[in-house]
């Protein structure tokens, strides 16, 4: 799995359990204030991922536009360095 799909569903599926939140509250689950905000924040969550994901789409069509996320560097992904036992 390309680490650009790893990043889409790390972010994603946060996403997703807000989503199945809101949809609970849609369809008759009464939600106490402390639940109302947290799916508020959840809608930012929404929002955020949603940038994101069309954001890292445009870097891989135009590269530049990486400066979307902040910087046009991506990361790097790299496996750690084995531990050797001295």
Not at 20 to 25: D, G, M, N, R, Y
Request: charged share 15%.
């Amino acid at each position: 799995m390309s680490d650009y799909l790893v990043s889409l569903i790390r972010t994603w599926v946060p996403v997703a359990v807000g989503s199945v939140a809101a949809w609970l509250t849609a369809h008759g689950v009464d939600l106490n204030t402390a639940t109302t905000t947290a799916l508020t924040t959840g809608g930012t969550a929404v929002a955020a991922a949603v940038y994101y994901a069309a954001a890292r789409a445009l870097e891989r069509r135009w590269p530049a536009a990486g400066y979307l996320l902040g910087t046009k560097r991506p990361p790097t992904y790299t496996p750690p360095a084995p531990k050797t036992d001295t």
